[in-house]
């Protein structure tokens, strides 16, 4: 059953009065939104910080590091965040408790999947993936099958050229993996989850899936759609602060799958100090070295949060937002050149919703030096990244007034804008 | 030229004056040493916390993850801290400035290391190391060498018995890497750094270090040594923070080697969004994904103080700490069945001393118990882990008289001592 559309926000009040009478309003008061003011939509960036990291960075480094010291690896939980974290955000992603870890950086971890999912693999022997993937997805699977061939064995990466292209190179056979990124980072146009999936697996192949740009935005259902490995970036969405490390997913199915880097955290025995590999259950096994205990304790704030989300709800107050900010831009934008480039169906719409006008790395120098952060992306893209956690519809109104004032008296023509800033 | 060795202490009184006319003395005072007085030597586990440590997480969060938000990503220096801290440590090991990054953790770098020693080998294809190596160092060996024979490569891992049987299989030919931890983690013996390299490249051999427990306490000359590959654990002598992230070294005549985990942040375009992987120059390419910022931030913190350190002067501080604190135990505990399982030669004794005695667990137990933090490694080893930089005279006076009465009393005979704790 389709929801409803909301109704489109009429003026200011109107926005306050709904946010007011919102139920996940309570969310946004255990943010430290940014203390200037304004409006960061840049969620698919980087997530805000929640209001106790600071407590906890304070707690880990005084009572942690300084208090316990090397007491800290037995009697603390330091070793088992990893899990704990895991756990925590495990069902916003639709995933059992005991098939998600946060561990290392999004890209490493990209690389361990591949591992996984090459050794689980049928007799395939080529990865797919779309040319328009996220660079980094595009370069670790060229470097790990670049390794494969260099050890004497078979594996080449498909880049096509479009989703078309993507569902057609399935059909030529021999397909190992498919890996995709659930929503693009330019235009927020996503995969189906689980149709694709089904396509991968009716043509012999694994899906690892990239929710770098989803996570902590949509209602994901990774056990629904039968989707076998995928990666979340732990900083962008998910609120986990700068750099912090990566959620990996392994489907119950392949959780004996050995894994490729083998470190002494992910031993059976953890800290394994034994000679010999005896890798420890499903995806605690894909743990490598000493996990980042301060970036943890700070995760940490942020996951706690996540442990009171229910995801259809989640999903439900993103929908909402999303298509109230389209609408917006639509009544008030449309008149200046400004066109929706993400899809107008709530149900392909990724973390983000991106617009395009031809001046859009200047409209967006001018949004962010007039309290509203966006970001560009080459060649006509503007961003917002909106969190459905601590994002609210006064928070639309104010940034779309912004716009509009900046696109009415062409602001953004200022010399002080031109020019891409990231 | 052999130092002359220190004088033992003789009293406390004695100890303090010396600490007092220490040129070095004035580092301790920037660290913030356990609050409830403890003597810890566990800096082959956990280094101590620099006092600055909580302000550099404090303005990272608030800040860099508040204040700047994504800006912090092109505005602040969050994606130059790998190379900067690299640079900050490069001197305490002989490297070059350009020859370190700081990123991922120890496990996952020797996963990285070991793909790039294998792609500048010669004809190897044998991975030599000690059976008594740290088990994630056999652990990750053992992995990397699974998945080339997977792939239908040759790769064969020897895990020698003894050093003398290390050697021994250097003659037997084919061997592409030597990979050993610089100093035992059990009893602290070190390997010979340059003759040991020097053996492995008559063999045509190339070498990969884990100076975990030695970086930040010895003289560690890599260049010097001509070694080839390094790895060194951010969070034991070099006072990164608990799970901080660890350093990797890559010999200049290596810098065009293709990195096995193709990462954005390792991109020559950092960060690399075009499509295609062109690597950054040297050890640049050994970054992976974004880096940990806020983990980067408190590793700043000892990095800054490391900027300050003359490593031969470290070296000859460690070496002088080591001597006292043998001849110290020599003095008061040998007539307790105490004996030193480290060298006696300081040369080749690593970052901690070690001693035996069938009572260690409950022993180390009791110590801990009584204000001196050490650590107990089965059968029957006591383990100092000592600090040059923050460690002094009074601190070895202090743990070895409580050791003295300790074993004097039988105190740990206590039924509440039994059992080992890590």
New interface residues.
């Given amino acids: 059953m389709e929801p409803t559309p909301a109704a489109p926000l009429e003026s200011l009040a109107n926005a306050r009065a709904r946010d007011a009478a919102d139920p996940m309003r309570g969310f946004r008061a255990r943010f430290?939104?940014?203390?200037?003011g304004r409006v960061?939509f840049?969620a698919n960036?980087?997530g805000?910080?929640p209001a106790d990291?600071?407590a906890r960075?304070?707690a880990?480094?005084?009572e942690?590091?300084?208090?316990l010291?090397?007491?800290?690896?037995?009697e603390a939980d330091?070793l088992d965040m990893p899990a704990r974290l895991g756990a925590s955000i495990a069902p916003l992603i639709g995933a059992g408790p005991d098939d998600v870890l946060v561990c290392?950086?999004?890209?490493?971890?990209l690389?361990k999947l591949l591992?996984h999912a090459w050794?689980q693999r049928g007799d395939g022997h080529v990865i797919v993936t779309e040319?328009a993937n996220f660079?980094?997805d595009?370069?670790?699977a060229?470097?790990f099958a670049?390794?494969?061939r260099?050890?004497?064995?078979r594996?080449q990466l498909v880049?096509a050229d479009s989703r078309e292209a993507v569902l057609a190179a399935l059909g030529d056979g021999g397909v190992a993996i498919l890996m995709l990124t659930h929503t693009d980072y330019r235009h927020g146009d996503c995969w189906d989850l689980a149709a694709t999936t089904a396509r991968a697996h009716a043509a012999g192949a694994l899906t690892l899936w990239d929710l770098s740009h989803s996570a902590g935005a949509l209602d994901i259902d990774l056990l629904g759609a039968d989707a076998d490995f995928a990666v979340a970036?732990g900083?962008k969405y998910l609120c986990g602060?700068?750099?912090?490390?990566?959620a990996v997913f392994v489907h119950p199915r392949h959780r004996d799958a050995?894994?490729?880097?083998?470190?002494?955290?992910g031993?059976a025995g953890r800290?394994?100090?034994?000679?010999?590999?005896d890798p420890a259950p499903g995806v605690l096994r894909l743990a490598?070295?000493?996990?980042?205990?301060?970036?943890?304790a700070?995760f940490s704030a942020a996951a706690d949060l996540w442990a009171e989300v229910d995801r259809a709800a989640l999903g439900a107050r993103h929908r909402e937002l999303g298509d109230l900010l389209v609408a917006l831009i639509d009544a008030r934008c449309a008149r200046h050149g400004v066109r929706l480039l993400s899809p107008r169906d709530p149900a392909r719409r990724g973390g983000h919703a991106a617009i395009a006008h031809e001046g859009a790395a200047a409209i967006a120098n001018a949004l962010?030096a007039h309290g509203v952060?966006v970001?560009f992306r080459a060649p006509d893209a503007i961003r917002f990244g909106v969190s459905p956690l601590y994002h609210n519809r006064e928070d639309l109104w104010r940034a779309v007034s912004v716009l509009d004032e900046i696109l009415t008296a062409q602001t953004w023509r200022d010399p002080a804008y031109q020019g891409s800033?990231?």
Avoid: K
Wanted: glycine residues 16%; positive net charge; aromatic residues 10%.
């Fill in positions: 430290a939104l940014p203390a200037d960061a840049e960036s980087i805000a910080m990291a600071p960075a304070a880990i480094l005084n942690g590091w300084r208090g010291g090397r007491r800290g690896w037995s330091w290392d950086n999004t890209t490493t971890n690389f591992g050794r040319a660079s980094t595009l370069h670790v060229d470097g670049r390794f494969v260099e050890s004497g064995g594996c880049r970036c900083y602060g700068p750099g912090g490390p990566s050995m894994p490729l880097i083998q470190g002494w955290m031993h800290p394994g100090f034994g000679p010999d590999y490598t070295g000493t996990p980042p205990v301060i970036a943890n700070v962010v952060t970001s800033r990231l």
